[in-house]
């Protein structure tokens, strides 16, 4: 059972940074692909970006390719996204999501762990 906590979200000005953390239960999170996806009131789930087991990888969403970033530290089983020139339309939940294999693929139903989520809301 991988467990998953979103922690880092909050408020922020439009055009300010925030940095989410998500940290894994699982032992072996270097057998585990990690990404985020967040959701807006009314919208679907969309994909941000997400980063293979071995970090090799990593995928960007359309949105937010050159403002978002996502790291990983094994040893702390933890993964960051770091988010920069935040817009209003960034607020959102964001989730961080697992998937027991080394491909990231921005659909949400192949992520099998998921967290609770953590608000992100951007002033304008």
Do not use: H
Request: aromatic letters at 12%.
């Amino acid at each position: 059972q991988v467990q998953l906590v979103e922690s880092g979200g909050g408020l922020v000005q439009a055009g300010g940074s925030l940095r989410l953390s998500c940290a894994v239960s699982e032992r072996a999170i270097n057998t585990i692909t990690l990404a985020w996806f967040r959701q807006a009131p009314g919208k679907e789930r969309e994909f941000v970006l997400g980063i293979n087991w071995s970090g090799t990888s990593t995928y960007y969403g359309d949105s937010v390719k050159g403002r978002f970033t996502i790291s990983r530290d094994n040893a702390k089983n933890t993964v960051y996204l770091q988010m920069s020139s935040l817009k209003p339309e960034d607020t959102a939940v964001y989730y961080c999501a697992a998937k027991t294999d080394n491909s990231v693929f921005p659909i949400a139903a192949l992520y099998y762990y998921w967290g609770q989520g953590t608000q992100v809301t951007v002033s304008s």
